[in-house]
C-alpha cells in the first residue's frame, strides 16, 4: 500500500491521460494521492480531481507565491473557501525565498498554520531557500500534523523539526539527489513519506513525474535503511494513517 502525499494533478501535463495515470499508480499500489492546490483556480481544480478519483484526496492552499500577489482581502476569501471546503489537508503553502515579499508570504502562512490546526487536518508545508525561517513559525505557532515537503535544508533542522514530531515527505530525484539521501539516513523512518510532486521532479531528468512513481521512491529508501521494501511500505502507510486519517 504506496502514497503519494503531495503532487499536482490539476497540471497542463496531464489534461489528456489523467485516467490513464491514475490506473498506472493503482497497478503500481498507490491507495492514496494527495493533489495540492496553490491559488483559488487550481484549489478549485484539485477539488475537481479529488471528487472523480476515489484514491484522490485534495488539498488546498496558498503557494508562497500567489500568497506574495494577492490582495489582503482575496487572502481571506480563500480562506474561507478552504475553510467550507473541508480539505484532506492544507498545501501547498510555506515559504519561499525565491519570490518576493517575504513578510506577506509569512503573514499568510501563518494563517494556513492556524486553519490546518482549526481543522485538524495536516500542512504540507513548502520551504525553499527558507527552511529556518519556515521551521521557526511552525515552531512558534504550534503547528501539529506537519509534513515538510522536499526539504533541502540542513540536516541538524531537520532533526529539530523531527523532534518536533513532523514529517519529511521524500521526493523521487533521491534516486540522484544525496541531500536527500542524507535526510533518510538522518531521521527516523517512522517521521518518512512518499510523494511525487508531479509533474515535477522526476527521477529521469526531462521525463514528466506521476505517482506510480512512488514504488521506486520506496524502494530507494528501503536501501537506504537497510530495511526490504515491503515492511518499508508498510512504515510509511502506518505513518500517513498515523498523520491523516485520526
Known sequence: MLIDVHCHLDFPDFEKDLDSVIERAKKAGVVAIITAGL????????????????????????????????????VEKEIAFIRKSKPFAISEVGLDATYPEMEKQKKVFEKMIALAKELNIPLIVHSRKAEKEACEMLISNNARK????????????????????????????????????????????????????????????????EPSAVKEIVDEISEIKRVEAEEMAKIIFSNYQKLFMQ
Open 39 to 74: 491559488n483559488p483556480e487550481t484549489n478549485r481544480k484539485a477539488l475537481e480531481i479529488a471528487g472523480k478519483y476515489s484514491i484522490v484526496k485534495a488539498a488546498l492552499g496558498i503557494y508562497p507565491q500567489y500568497a506574495a500577489e494577492m490582495s489582503d482581502d482575496d
Open 146 to 209: 506537519v509534513v515538510i515537503h522536499c526539504f533541502n535544508g540542513k540536516l541538524s533542522l531537520a532533526k529539530e523539526m523531527e523532534a518536533k514530531g513532523f514529517f519529511f515527505s521524500i521526493p523521487a530525484i533521491i534516486s540522484h539527489a544525496s541531500q536527500f539521501k542524507e535526510l533518510v539516513k538522518a531521521v527516523n523512518s517512522t517521521h518518512l513519506l512518499t510523494e511525487t510532486d508531479a509533474p515535477f521532479l522526476s527521477a529521469v531528468k526531462g521525463e514528466r513525474n
